[in-house]
């Protein structure tokens, strides 16, 4: 399941679609086509390639018809298979709108975002692609409130970008308050971003600064991800002694295959009954049991 970052810059750009362009424009400097329209689009493309390919989210630009498609994707690492997919992700895009089309990948890593810039060789003849990639320098520091008013979704995205800079504090505030304004659940969503933000002793200040100790996160989406971060800690911690109690009656460390199946036990069966496993089973029972049970 996608992290509440991956999330939660998805949603960002949900909520205002124009904020693509204008960062393509503002902050990497891009030219863009005239434009009366900016709308959210399907991000499935299988009906232009035959396999399955859904990118993050894809923006229309229109001026009257399709003028540009911008197809946005949240990075936080490195994926090897992402250079593969992502020309066909802007070639499906661009045969069905019959109109230019570019990739603009986010992320908050520096060191990626400098990876990411990289052109992705296509082939012979120079053939390549090269992703717009916007990392945690190029995004606009919004400190004053008018301004983050006049674009929440860029002033949350600031607070995700700077929030664990010196200069964190303000522009929280000045996301908080952009976000005052809005209807009840997104109040509540970018709250819940900007406070995600911050280092823990920012964090620690702004809560004081406003009167808010121990926060708990207030909407449904940020719920949804902060208890699954969690679960899956809770999961990890139970693992390790399982693991090694695997391990100890094998007389042999887990392979990283049997610790992924071993994980995937520990969800379904929970520690104890893999515990009584281990310790009831004999060693080549249980290393059948680890073959057996993978992949189901």
Known sequence: MPSLLHEAIIELFRNRPVL????????LHIPLPPFTEARIAS????????????ADLLVLLLDDQPVLVIIVEAQLQWDP??????PAYVAGARARYRCPACLLIVTPDAALAARLSQ?????????SLTPLVLGPEGVPVVKDI?????????SVLSALAHGRTEGGIPIAVAALAAGAGLDAERAKLYADLVLF???????????????IPNYEYQSEFARKYVQQGREEGRAEGSLEPV???FERRLARPLTSDERENLATQLRKEGATRLTDMA?????????????ANKGR
């Open 20 to 27: 693509a362009a204008e960062l393509l424009h503002e902050a």
């Open 43 to 54: 991000a499935d493309l299988t009906n232009i390639i035959p396999r399955e390919l859904r």
């Open 81 to 86: 298979d992402k250079p593969f997919a992502w």
């Open 119 to 127: 052109p992705i060789v296509l082939g012979p003849g120079q053939a």
């Open 146 to 154: 008018d301004e983050a008013k006049e674009r929440p979704e860029l």
């Open 197 to 211: 933000s911050l280092g823990e002793a920012a964090r620690m200040a702004l809560e004081k600064l406003m009167s």
């Open 243 to 245: 693991v090694r109690l």
């Open 279 to 291: 310790l009831d089973l004999s060693a080549a029972d249980l290393a059948a049991l680890l073959v």
